[in-house]
T-cell receptor, first 112, second 113 residues
C-alpha cells in the first residue's frame, strides 16, 4: 500500500525533553512538509523539503529541526526550545513542490 | 487581517439541506484555491480544487471570485457523512519565491438526522 505513515499516533513527553516524530512515505515524492495544527488556527508550516538533502524553514521553525537524508523519510525533532509544543503534527508529501499535498495521519504530541 | 479567513461555525444543518461556506483571502496574487475536508482527529484530505469558471463534483460546487477575493463551497442534499471541518486553502508564492499553501481555520459542519 502506498502512502504516508507517521508514528507514533499519540506521544507524551516531559517538559524539557527533545522528541522526534517520524514521517515516512513510499510514494516516491520529492517534496515533504511538516505542519502543526492548534485549536482555532489553520495549519502552519514548520519546515519543508523540496528534495533529498535539502530543507527550508517554514513560518514557525523556531524550536524545531529536521533532516532529509533519504527521499522517503523526513523526521521532525521538537526541541526543548519550543515553547508551546503541545499540538497535532501533520506530515505531508507531494510529487513535486507544486503538486497536490497528501497528508499522513498525524501525531498528537502532549507535553506534560 | 488573516491571509485566509473562514467562518468557524459550527453549522448545524438538517439532512438533505443545502449549505454554503465562504472564504476570503488577502493576497490578490494567489494562484490556486482548494477545499480540503478534515474529519475529527484525522488528517485533511483534498475535496476539490476551485477553478475560475467554477466547478462541480457531484453534490459539491466550488466557485471563485477573484475580483472580490473569495471562494465558496456549496453542498446540496447534505448527508450525515458530510459532517466534518472544511478547510479553505490558498496557494501563493512566498517571499522566498517558492509556492506555499495557506490554510484557513476551517468551518465545522454537522449534519443533523
Amino acid at each position: 500500500d502506498g502512502g504516508i505513515t507517521q508514528s507514533p499516533k499519540y506521544l507524551f513527553r516531559k517538559e524539557g525533553q527533545n522528541v522526534t516524530l517520524s514521517c515516512e512515505q513510499n510514494l516516491n515524492h520529492d517534496a515533504m512538509y511538516w505542519y502543526r495544527q492548534d485549536p482555532g488556527q489553520g495549519l502552519r508550516l514548520i519546515y519543508y523539503s523540496q528534495i533529498v538533502n535539502d530543507f527550508q524553514k517554514g513560518d514557525i521553525a523556531e524550536g524545531y529541526s529536521v533532516s532529509r537524508e533519504k527521499k522517503e523519510s523526513f523526521p521532525l525533532t521538537v526541541t526543548s526550545a519550543q515553547k508551546n509544543p503541545t499540538a497535532f503534527y501533520l506530515c505531508a508529501s507531494s510529487i513535486t513542490a507544486s503538486g497536490e499535498q497528501f497528508f499522513g495521519p498525524g501525531t498528537r504530541l502532549t507535553v506534560l | 487581517r488573516k491571509e485566509v479567513e473562514q467562518d468557524p461555525g459550527p453549522f448545524n444543518v438538517p439532512e438533505g439541506a443545502t449549505v454554503a461556506f465562504n472564504c476570503t483571502y488577502s493576497n490578490s496574487a494567489s494562484q490556486s484555491f482548494f477545499w480540503y475536508r478534515q474529519d475529527c482527529r484525522k488528517e485533511p484530505k483534498l475535496l476539490m480544487s476551485v477553478y475560475s469558471s467554477g466547478n462541480e463534483d457531484g453534490r459539491f460546487t466550488a466557485q471563485l471570485n477573484r475580483a472580490s477575493q473569495y471562494i465558496s463551497l456549496l453542498i446540496r442534499d447534505s448527508k450525515l457523512s458530510d459532517s466534518a471541518t472544511y478547510l479553505c486553502v490558498v496557494k501563493s508564492i512566498s517571499n522566498f519565491g517558492n509556492e506555499k499553501l495557506t490554510f484557513g481555520t476551517g468551518t465545522r459542519l454537522t449534519i443533523i438526522p
